[in-house]
């Protein structure tokens, strides 16, 4: 990567330097028409996010095989193709994007651990498609795109963590069903290597962590808003309001109508 052979500053300053202009910005899925599954190439680079489902991406001799919050870079003029799992909802950000002097050697597979990568893409895909875009919104997001990749090949800790993964995607998805034979199928892990590998990171089960951001959320939700409890147990992924009740006084050991009132006499005696 010559581009980095300076070093980071360097690399933030030459980019701070360039034109960035989008020139293809898109979500879609499985079905759609935009997809190319025969090997072609980019006079740009093209960023491809997956925000559901799996892949294998082949780029020459390289095959790597990517899934939900990764991302690919792929190098100007390189030769790519991607074969999708069809038993898997298929779902993806893609991104045209000139960068001048950005020269990679090969495709780069980049896991977004914290979602910041997601952000950037879903912020720079509303403004590109809004009516009114703004270049040099636009210009900022990119760029800190671009920041955050050369970051990652700087950072030579980025391999894969499948826990982080797993626990970005429980965050991200709270109002729907999750089970963790689904989880393991993602990372294509059995699910008791799963279970002891997320016991062993975080001390508790995976569903006990999934418990407690639920919980968490609908606390949050009871003190910040006033939404009823039939609301905040559908966006916490409890489709029964009696569980969620059972569960919610089990974990703060009191009822959501007990603690919604002592959170509004706190802020009273707080103001």
């Known amino acids: ?26 979500r879609f899925d499985e079905r ?8 072609h190439t980019h006079d740009c680079v093209e960023l491809i996010y997956f925000l559901y489902g799996n892949a ?27 074969i999708l799992q069809y038993d898997h909802h298929q779902e ?26 997601k952000w950037l893409l879903e912020n720079l895909l509303t403004e590109y498609k809004s009516k009114n875009p703004s270049k040099l919104l636009m ?14 090949c700087f950072d030579k800790s980025t391999e894969s963590d499948m826990v982080s993964r797993v626990v970005l995607y ?33 001390g508790v089960t995976l569903m006990e962590y999934l ?19 039939e609301e905040i147990a559908y966006q916490t992924g409890y489709r029964s309001t009696k569980f969620f009740y059972r569960a919610f006084r089990t974990y703060t050991g009191m009822s959501t109508r007990e603690y919604r009132k002592q959170e509004a006499a706190s802020k009273a005696v707080g103001s």
């Open 170 to 202: 429980m965050q991200d998805h709270l109002t729907e069903s999750i089970s963790v034979q689904q989880l393991a199928d993602m990372v294509y892990v059995s699910k008791s290597y799963l279970s002891r590998a997320f016991k062993q990171k975080t």
């Open 92 to 117: 993806i950000i893609c991104l045209w994007v000139d960068i001048p002097g950005l020269e990679l050697e090969d495709i780069m597979r980049i896991q977004d651990k914290d979602a910041r990568f």
């Open 211 to 229: 418990n407690t951001l639920r919980m968490e959320a609908a606390k949050t939700m009871l003190a910040a808003s006033g939404m009823n409890t």
């Open 139 to 152: 210009d900022h997001y990119v760029k800190s795109i671009v920041l955050l990749i050369g970051r990652c």
């Open 1 to 26: 990567m010559d581009f980095f052979a300076s070093g980071y500053e360097n690399f933030c300053a030459a980019v701070d330097r360039s034109e960035t202009p989008v020139l293809f910005c898109e």
């Open 56 to 82: 294998r991406v082949i780029a020459g001799d390289t095959s790597v095989q990517a899934s939900f919050y990764d991302m690919i870079v792929y190098p100007k003029g390189k030769p790519h193709t991607e």
């Open 32 to 39: 759609s028409s935009i997809w190319n599954f025969k090997e």
